[in-house]
């Protein structure tokens, strides 16, 4: 498909486990973006990507997050010993420039639930 | 006090109505602005972009921002049942050019 692909659409795992959850971006696009967005809150914004290199990294809650990007293509989020209040879904955006000049692109995201 | 706040609702029109959706912000360092809409289960998709005061009008959308206020708005004409949605305002810093900061959002149901 031509747009954003997210996978798993769904992960459910135990408290302390890890994840890593994946983001393809659509072809071409150098800029990518991760976002949490818990029930009924708005997007969370967690890490931006300029093709491999994150010069922005503020949105990470914690050292028990990290991201990375190689071949400046496919996206990990990888969330290490989690917690309950990660629950939440994850979403990936990608765009052809930066956000103030080319639209962001979004998959349908990972839902996540710790038990 | 969140950066943008946003009526979470939910609001609910009969089909046909006029809906008006407001955000207000509290950094005037804002200086491009975005409507968002995200069906149930889906990614957002983005509606409407605007950069300065003032209307802009695409179809049965209109986005209107005024700085001045710190208030931008997102009108719907003759709303249609397809339109019910959750609509998220979303906003980037002139100082900070890529990192999109988004309101909760406001649920919006069109009534047959």
């Known amino acids: 498909g031509a747009g954003v692909s997210q996978s798993p659409s769904n992960k459910v795992t135990e408290k302390g486990k890890d994840v890593e959850l994946r983001c393809d971006p659509i072809s071409g696009h150098t800029a990518l973006y991760w976002y949490r967005q818990s029930l009924g809150q708005g997007l969370e914004f967690l890490i931006y990507?300029?093709?491999?290199?994150?010069?922005?990294k503020s949105g990470l809650p914690s050292d028990r997050f990290s991201a990375e990007r190689t071949g400046g293509s496919v996206s990990t989020l990888t969330i290490q010993r989690t917690q309950q209040e990660d629950s939440a879904v994850y979403l990936c955006?990608?765009?052809?420039?930066?956000?103030?000049?080319?639209?962001?692109?979004f998959g349908d995201g990972t839902r996540l639930s710790i038990l | 006090q969140k950066e943008v706040e946003q009526d979470p609702g939910p609001l609910s029109v009969p089909e046909g109505a006029i809906v008006s959706l407001n955000c207000t912000y509290s950094?005037?360092?804002?200086?491009?602005f975005m409507w968002y809409r995200q069906y149930s289960r889906k990614g957002p998709e983005l509606l409407m972009y605007t950069y300065s005061s003032g209307n802009k009008e695409d179809g049965r959308f209109t986005a209107q921002v005024d700085k001045s206020s710190k208030y931008i708005s997102l009108f719907i004409r003759d709303s249609q049942p397809s339109d019910s949605a959750t609509y998220l305002c979303a906003m980037i810093r002139r100082t900070s050019y890529d990192k999109v900061i988004f309101g909760p959002g406001t649920s919006l149901s069109v009534i047959p």
């Open positions: 955006a990608s765009s052809l420039g930066g956000a103030s000049k080319q639209p962001q692109h």
């Open positions: 990507f300029q093709g491999n290199s994150a010069p922005d």
């Open positions: 950094n005037s360092a804002f200086q491009y």
